[in-house]
């Protein structure tokens, strides 16, 4: 086709952006180019067949085998519908995504998810099933591995013990990667609320209570997937600044909130509550595992008077 019989109309389709159609049969009026009644005819007819309107879903249907030859964005001559006008289509299609060159999308593939079994970071000896399949090796975690087929179908694939990056959750994503993720969570410390609030006596108890803290979610993003936490309080470790420690176990009653302290001098003490949590993490309704080790904390610092009796004559 020689360049003296060529027009060019840029535009958008179905079929990619930036679309540019070359049609000849036009004839060349000061500098432009002009088609003939019948390019213009062949011209609408190929727009309209590249609209949406015409019953084209760019993302579900099946390129004509005009643009199934053409998976590349260089430009390609096609005769249009036989009429001898030949147009040059350059751009790519959506089923080609951009990047590829002559390679067709693959198909979704299965996958293995891996569920962790033992909450890594926990102190103390293994307990449940973790103490009975004891993984040999520093940093490996026992797993139990589903294969997840493109249909949604799901089937047990074994167990293994492995490392949190070698765990993969999803495609591409390993356990490790969510697990940092809802560590990085910031967690409330909550506030602690004291009984004589204003100063303590020495040796009268004194009441310390802390608020703010319960039980709660968090949904993160994680390339293009969901990050689902649920956070629950486990203890509350008390220290009272002269020495004296003590922890509750988190029952979810009031009284597990609160702890008495009678302090045997004057002074100023830096009371101190760590509170233990752990979290169940889940990438896209599937559970990725547990964390027990995750902590916050509160402070206040406590003045505590004594009362001293004189004798007088």
């Excluded at 590249?50 to 084209?56: E, N, V």
């Excluded at 940093?139 to 949190?164: N, V």
């Excluded at 997937?225 to 922890?247: K, L, M, N, P, V």
Aim: with cysteine.
């Amino acid at each position: 086709m020689t360049a003296g019989r060529r027009a060019a109309v840029r535009g958008t389709s179905a079929h990619g952006a930036g679309v540019r159609w070359a049609v000849a049969s036009g004839a060349r009026v000061r500098g432009a180019w002009v088609l003939g009644a019948r390019a213009r005819i062949l011209l609408a007819v190929l727009i309209a067949v590249g609209s949406p309107a015409a019953g084209f879903d760019g993302a579900r249907s099946l390129p004509s085998p005009a643009w199934a030859a053409s998976c590349h964005d260089r430009g390609v001559e096609v005769d249009l519908a036989g009429s001898g006008d030949v147009g040059v289509v350059s751009g790519h299609s959506v089923n080609c995504p951009a990047g590829s060159r002559g390679v067709p999308r693959s198909p979704p593939a299965p996958f293995y998810a891996d569920e962790i079994m033992c909450p890594p970071g926990r102190t103390g000896p293994p307990q449940g099933l973790c103490a009975a399949t004891p993984c040999p090796g520093a940093g490996l975690l026992f797993a139990l591995r589903t294969l997840h087929d493109p249909d949604g179908q799901q089937r047990a694939a074994g167990s293994a013990c492995m490392t949190l990056r070698r765990a993969r959750i999803g495609p591409g994503i390993s356990a490790a990667e969510v697990l940092a993720a809802v560590r990085a969570v910031k967690l409330p410390g909550g506030r602690i609320r004291a009984s004589p609030g204003g100063r303590g006596l020495a040796n009268v108890a004194a009441y310390f209570r802390l608020d703010g803290v319960s039980a709660r979610t968090a949904d993160l993003a994680l390339r293009g997937s969901t990050i689902h936490a649920e956070f629950q309080t486990t203890e509350y470790r008390w220290t009272f600044g002269d020495g004296f420690a003590w922890t509750s176990v988190a029952t979810g009653l009031p009284n597990s909130l609160a702890s008495a302290h009678a302090y045997p001098r004057r002074g100023r003490f830096e009371v101190v509550v760590e509170v233990a949590w752990s979290a169940e993490a889940f990438l896209d309704g599937r559970r990725v595992g547990r964390l027990d080790d995750l902590v916050s904390h509160a402070r206040i610092s406590y003045p505590v008077a004594e009362i001293r009796a004189g004798l007088s004559s």
